[in-house]
Nanobody, 120 residues
Framework: QVQLVESGGGLVQAGGSLNLSCAAS????????MGWYRQAPGKQRELVAL???????NYADSVQGRFTISRDNAKNTVYLRMNSLKLEDTAVYYC??????????????WGQGTQVTVSS
């Protein structure tokens, strides 16, 4: 089995910062891309940031310049540093990873989600 466990969400004032982390564990051979998605009430889940196994990041236009994604391959962990938070960043944030199992097959896995609330 594989698990993704997120931590670091919470309540923050607009303009503030939060750090999210997500650790993968279980029978993992290797991890390809890792990413963060978010879903606000009444909206579809959207990609926030993605990072390849070679640590090349990609960001949604809405967070470019404010959020930073990083990963520690030795710890199977992905991070999201969120600066200059806005009210519209309020959402449940999910981490995702494409993980190759010992069988050789790769699958997409999701964390349970962590709430980020930005207040005025």
């Amino acid at each position: 089995q594989v698990q993704l466990v997120e931590s670091g969400g919470g309540l923050v004032q607009a303009g503030g910062s939060l750090n999210l982390s997500c650790a993968a564990s279980g029978s993992i051979f290797s991890i390809n891309a890792m990413g963060w998605y978010r879903q606000a009430p009444g909206k579809q889940r959207e990609l926030v940031a993605l990072i390849t196994s070679g640590r090349n990041p990609n960001y949604a236009d809405s967070v470019q310049g404010r959020f930073t994604i990083s990963r520690d391959n030795a710890k199977n962990t992905v991070y999201l540093r969120m600066n200059s938070l806005k009210l519209e960043d309020t959402a449940v944030y999910y981490c995702s990873a494409n993980i190759r199992r010992l069988s050789g097959y790769a699958y997409d896995y999701w964390g349970q989600g962590t709430q980020v609330t930005v207040s005025s």
